[in-house]
């Protein structure tokens, strides 16, 4: 893991890191513009940077995230568990992966990002608490995971000397 002192560039390695933890495909850009018809691999992570607020010593950096997973290609994973152990563990909906898909991304991707803020403990720390807000979507594959808001604080680009 190669640390990047571009502040911003700190905030997207970060980010890579987390998605090979959980071997997600990672992207970036807008929002927006997530076209998932072109996402033959899943899960995924892509992000955009928000905004960047800076002060004397620190600059806040704002990454807006959406972290998800195709619903209908866990059916193989579950295959030969008892349909009533499911719904018992991750709770019944309309499709039964849905829950499953939900519980397996947040403990994945919120294991990553702690792992990880230690590792780079000297270049950004995160603002806590955290948001994550699950959303399910059934366009021609049918995803669900979280739309996540991490707000991290880095040392200001001023204080240390570094060009952004």
Same mark, same amino acid.
């Given at each position: 893991?190669?640390?990047?002192?571009?502040?911003? #560039?700190?905030?997207?390695?970060?980010?890579?890191?987390?998605?090979?933890?959980?071997?997600a495909r990672?992207?970036?850009?807008?929002?927006?513009?997530?076209?998932?018809?072109?996402?033959?691999?899943?899960?995924?992570?892509?992000?955009?940077?928000?905004?960047?607020?800076?002060?004397?010593?620190?600059?806040?950096?704002?990454?807006?995230?959406?972290? #998800?997973?195709?619903?209908?290609?866990?059916?193989?994973?579950?295959?030969?568990?008892?349909?009533?152990?499911?719904?018992t563990q991750?709770?019944?909906?309309?499709?039964?992966?849905?829950?499953?898909?939900?519980?397996?991304?947040?403990?994945?991707?919120?294991?990553?990002?702690?792992?990880?803020?230690?590792?780079?403990?000297?270049?950004?720390?995160?603002?806590?608490?955290?948001?994550?807000?699950?959303?399910?979507?059934?366009?021609?594959?049918?995803?669900?995971?979280?739309?996540?808001?991490?707000?991290?604080?880095?040392?200001?680009?001023?204080?240390?000397?570094?060009?952004?």
């Open positions: 893991m190669e640390k990047n002192r571009n502040h911003i #560039g700190t905030a997207i390695s970060f980010m890579q890191d987390v998605a090979n933890e959980i071997n990672f992207s970036h850009g807008s929002i927006t513009g997530i076209d998932n018809s072109s996402m033959l691999v899943y899960p995924y992570i892509h992000i955009n940077i928000g905004s960047v607020s800076v002060d004397k010593q620190t600059a806040q950096i704002q990454i807006n995230i959406v972290v #998800g997973d195709r619903v209908n290609t866990i059916v193989n994973d579950n295959a030969g568990i008892n349909e009533g152990t499911l719904y991750y709770g019944y909906t309309e499709n039964n992966n849905y829950g499953f898909v939900l519980q397996e991304m947040y403990v994945r991707f919120v294991m990553a990002i702690q792992k990880y803020e230690q590792l780079y403990f000297n270049e950004l720390q995160i603002q806590r608490p955290f948001d994550m807000q699950s959303f399910i979507e059934e366009y021609d594959d049918v995803t669900a995971g979280y739309v996540v808001t991490l707000n991290l604080t880095c040392i200001n680009p001023l204080v240390d000397n570094q060009a952004c």
